[in-house]
């Protein structure tokens, strides 16, 4: 069982930058692959960025250029710096991790983190 914990959500106004964290428990999170996901209301949950366990990273066009994700191994935490926000970049953003144990994936998430962006 992987338990992960996002912070760092809040009010932002447009323009500005936002730094997300997500905390995991495990022995093994060097393995897991790591993601950010976000879901607006009204809309489906949709991809932000991954992080594979080698460092190989992942975006989203919308949020190419404006976001990066990031891990330190050694405090089990995955970030995602946001810069360059927009007002279509509030939602919730949910944390996710994919393990692989014994040839089985699982998939762990977060319980989100809100960030709005005013402007």
């Known amino acids: 069982q992987v338990q992960l914990v996002e912070s760092g959500g809040g009010l932002v106004q447009a323009g500005g930058s936002r730094r997300l964290s997500c905390a995991a428990s495990?022995?093994?999170?060097?393995?897991?692959?790591m993601g950010w996901y976000r879901q607006a209301p009204g809309k489906q949950r949709e991809l932000v960025a991954t992080i594979t366990s080698g460092g190989g990273t992942n975006y989203a066009d919308s949020v190419k250029g404006r976001f990066i994700i990031s891990r330190d191994n050694a405090k089990n935490t995955v970030y995602l710096h946001m810069n360059s926000l927009k007002p279509d970049d509030t939602a919730v953003y949910y944390c996710?991790?994919?393990?692989?144990?014994?040839?089985?994936?699982?998939?762990?998430w977060g319980q989100g983190t809100q960030v709005t962006v005013s402007t």
């Open positions: 996710h991790a994919d393990v692989q144990l014994l040839g089985r994936e699982y998939d762990y």
């Open positions: 495990g022995r093994a999170f060097s393995s897991y692959a």
